[in-house]
């Protein structure tokens, strides 16, 4: 299997190592030169950046062992999400995903959009849920990628992270990033939050195994009212192992409009957005749920393109429809302070269609 990947972006030319943050930029020229290159070894001038940039040598190897050579796709989009399903082995009373079915494509399917999403020029896929780790089909699926020369994140609750075959695979075919979930810092809390007797020791052995793996971590702390007491023993934790953290106190209503969510929300940690200025979403970056469907992301979910019918030329409609979302229509139309909102349209509309309090979404809400 290939080593580095060599793709365009935009106007650049990248090298790209998976599993690695690292990256070479190249002239035309040269992306031209190993487009041709064949069976012929690689060029002294990549050999010597490469041992420079990741200690590898590559000296005197073929071109085509060690380069896998990406075409640009039709459109500007290089970063996409795609949540494998929704199911859960969690039951967080804070989930955004409410229902959370188990449910979306065949094996078939998933190889299917995985292709479309290569031909859009995906270069950075993030691999989410649910739990993107309890899909059966998630080992193959993730392999493919790999195979089509992504550069993989994988979003995760860790709590299979023990398991021999997932951290083998993850070993073997490392991913850029695996950002993991964290709701507590003791036993108690942590599988009361989850609501998954045992969760704790699963999530701590497996978290072990993946620093031992030498695995690139990072860490979400969700901070809700049930661990809120335990918010500085989870960020001394995290501190202890050595591991990047970011803290998520603001939780949204469900995907199917409901306010069950708000609230476990911990009051006293609510931040404060910047304010919205816009975002890639729709222009550079989609998202895909569980049955192939594009849309701008996660929260604007509708309208959206079914990429197994439609294939890569779907998403010539997503820019039109990034823009028709983030109009500021709906309750936040007259808004004479929609310039200083920290909160997109989309998201706003959510909280809206869950008749949520305003001072949940909007900062304006008490003046």
């Known amino acids: 299997m290939h080593e580095l990947v060599v793709t365009p972006l935009g106007e650049r030319r990248l090298v790209l190592r998976q599993g690695s943050s690292k990256a070479l930029q ?187 793996a030498g695995l690139t971590l990072d860490l979400s702390l969700i901070i809700v009212r049930g661990n809120a007491h335990e918010a500085d023993d989870m960020r001394a934790w995290a501190s202890s192992l050595g591991l990047p953290f970011r803290e998520y106190a603001n939780i949204s209503p469900t995907i199917h409009g409901g306010a069950e969510t708000l609230p476990s929300q911990s009051p006293e940690y609510l931040t404060n957005r910047a304010p919205f200025t816009g975002c890639p979403a729709g222009v550079t970056f989609f998202h895909a749920d569980p049955f192939g469907r594009a849309s701008i992301c996660k929260v604007g979910r509708d309208p959206n393109i079914d990429l197994i019918a439609e294939g890569v030329e779907g998403l010539v409609r997503l820019g039109g429809i990034a823009e028709s979302l983030m109009l500021r229509t709906g309750g936040c139309s007259g808004c004479k302070l929609s310039g200083t909102c920290r909160v997109c349209r989309p998201m706003a509309k959510v909280f809206q269609e869950a008749k949520a309090p305003l001072e949940n979404y909007c900062q304006h809400g008490s003046r």
């Not at 896998?68 to 989009?77: K, T």
């Open 26 to 212: 190249l002239p035309k020229a040269r992306f031209e030169e190993l487009r041709t290159s064949g069976s012929s070894a690689v060029p002294q001038w990549l050999a010597d950046a490469v041992q420079a940039r990741w200690g590898m040598d590559v000296t005197g190897r073929p071109v085509d062992d060690v380069l896998l050579l990406r075409e640009a796709g039709p459109y500007a989009f290089s970063r996409a999400t795609w949540e494998l399903n929704l199911g859960c082995d969690y039951d967080c009373v804070m989930c955004y995903l409410g229902e959370k079915r188990f449910e979306g494509l065949d094996m078939d399917g998933k190889r299917k959009l995985l292709a479309v999403m290569r031909d859009a020029g995906v270069i950075w896929l993030q691999m989410t849920g649910g739990e993107p780790l309890i899909d059966p089909d998630f080992p193959k699926a993730y392999r493919i990628a790999y195979e089509l020369g992504m550069q993989l994140e994988i979003l995760s609750n860790g709590s299979r992270l023990h398991k021999s075959h997932i951290l083998n695979l993850l070993r073997t075919y490392p991913p850029t990033k695996l950002t993991l979930s964290v709701y507590g810092a003791t036993a108690e809390t942590y599988d009361a939050v989850t609501r998954n007797r045992g969760a704790f020791h699963r999530f701590s052995r497996g978290l072990r195994m993946a620093i031992d």
